[in-house]
């Protein structure tokens, strides 16, 4: 019923930019609001921002503050990461997911999740 499709993802080098897109379908109705993760190999996921469907924005990650923007597109149910001067540090896979209470950074409040997408930052 719900889904959360990621696209964008690739490989990019130092300083470059990159935007996600996550098409969000099946919620019908009430409020919600979608995050954006990340996730490195051998580390923690980290949540990243968060936006519902009011167009509140909350902003987790203080490492990527001033370089990351998220964003959203009512029309087509699509919420965006674009991401600027990018590190070799971003390099994760990068997933939406939707939760119905309200924007957080910790992963059990949210009920599903896009497969993700990769990216990687070269130096």
């Known amino acids: 019923e719900v889904r959360l499709v990621e696209s964008g993802g690739g490989l990019v080098r130092a300083g470059g930019s990159l935007t996600l897109s996550c098409a969000a379908s099946?919620?019908?109705?009430?409020?919600?609001?979608i995050g954006w993760f990340r996730q490195a190999p051998g580390k923690e996921r980290e949540g990243i921002s968060c936006?519902?469907?009011?167009?509140?924005?909350?902003h987790f990650l203080d490492s990527v503050k001033g370089r990351f923007t998220i964003s959203s597109d009512s029309a087509v149910n699509t919420v965006y990461l674009q991401m600027d001067n990018l590190k070799p540090e971003d390099t994760a896979v990068y997933s939406c997911?939707?939760?119905?209470?309200?924007?957080?950074?910790?992963?059990?409040?949210?009920?599903?999740w896009g497969q993700g997408t990769r990216v990687t930052v070269s130096s």
């Open positions: 099946g919620f019908g109705y009430g409020d919600y609001a």
């Open positions: 997911a939707v939760t119905y209470f309200r924007c957080s950074d910790y992963p059990p409040r949210y009920d599903d």
């Open positions: 936006i519902n469907n009011y167009g509140r924005k909350t």
